[in-house]
T-cell receptor
Framework: ETGVTQSPTHLIKTRGQQVTLRCSSQ?????VSWYQQALGQGPQFIFQ???????GRGNFPPRFSGLQFPNYSSELNVNALELDDSALYLC?????????????FGQGTRLTVV | EDQVTQSPEALRLQEGESSSLNCSYT??????LFWYRQDPGKGPEFLFT???AGEEKEKERLKATLTKKESFLHITAPKPEDSATYLC????????????FGQGTRLTINP
């Protein structure tokens, strides 16, 4: 079991609402990445945070935003929720101090938009 | 653009029946190829990282190999507890440690 924890585990929101998902990274890791996984698909990269700044972004609109805190924990915020935002949201922590490093995932937050 | 294709999409085996899962990739400058196992409704669990063609890694009944175009995950004498979705991902040379995943292979081992 990894040291990456996500909250909440499940969430139901109404279309148009806003949501905040949280992630605590594994001890010793300074980088957090967020992924969206639709049912039956592989995870899709949303963005990554390193030293409290965005360090790369995938093909997601600006209503997906994030934060990283001094203790390396992170939040994913999604505004103006759409039905297609229903998915498993995964947080992964890693360390940019090493050139090649594995990313360890949390258990995910299942978001349902109705 | 980096791409990963996994085959087959789904595979059913009898307990003890060995097989291989395939991961074909296109990436400009591979930094690493990763295999993960994912149980339903849970996050991916790290299995292996492969860095260069010819590299092999083993863990219990699993063995991962890498060539310049594809990776294989060999499963020897599988047990029902090996049933899961197996995900392959690549990391390219870009600064961010972005992983590009395939769609996964859903493996079912029947007792």
């Amino acid at each position: 079991e990894t040291g990456v924890t996500q909250s909440p585990t499940h969430l139901i929101k109404t279309r148009g609402q806003q949501v905040t998902l949280r992630c605590s990274s594994q001890s010793g890791h300074n980088t957090v990445s967020w992924y969206q996984q639709a049912l039956g698909q592989g995870p899709q990269f949303i963005f990554q945070y390193y030293r409290e700044e965005e360090n790369g972004r995938g093909n997601f609109p600006p209503r997906f935003s994030g934060l990283q805190f001094p203790n390396y924990s992170s939040e994913l915020n999604v505004n103006a929720l759409e039905l297609d935002d229903s998915a498993l949201y995964l947080c992964a922590s890693s360390s940019l101090a090493r050139m090649n490093t594995e990313a360890f995932f949390g258990q995910g937050t299942r978001l349902t938009v109705v | 653009e980096d791409q990963v294709t996994q085959s087959p999409e789904a595979l059913r085996l009898q307990e003890g029946e060995s097989s291989s899962l395939n991961c074909s990739y296109t990436v400009s400058g591979l930094r690493g190829l990763f295999w993960y196992r994912q149980d339903p409704g849970k996050g991916p669990e790290f299995l292996f990282t492969l860095y260069s063609a010819g590299e092999e890694k083993e863990k219990e009944r699993l063995k991962a190999t890498l060539t310049k175009k594809e990776s294989f995950l060999h499963i020897t004498a599988p047990k029902p507890e090996d049933s899961a979705t197996y995900l392959c991902a690549v990391q390219g040379p870009q600064g961010a440690q972005k992983l590009v995943f395939g769609q996964g292979t859903r493996l079912t081992i029947n007792p």
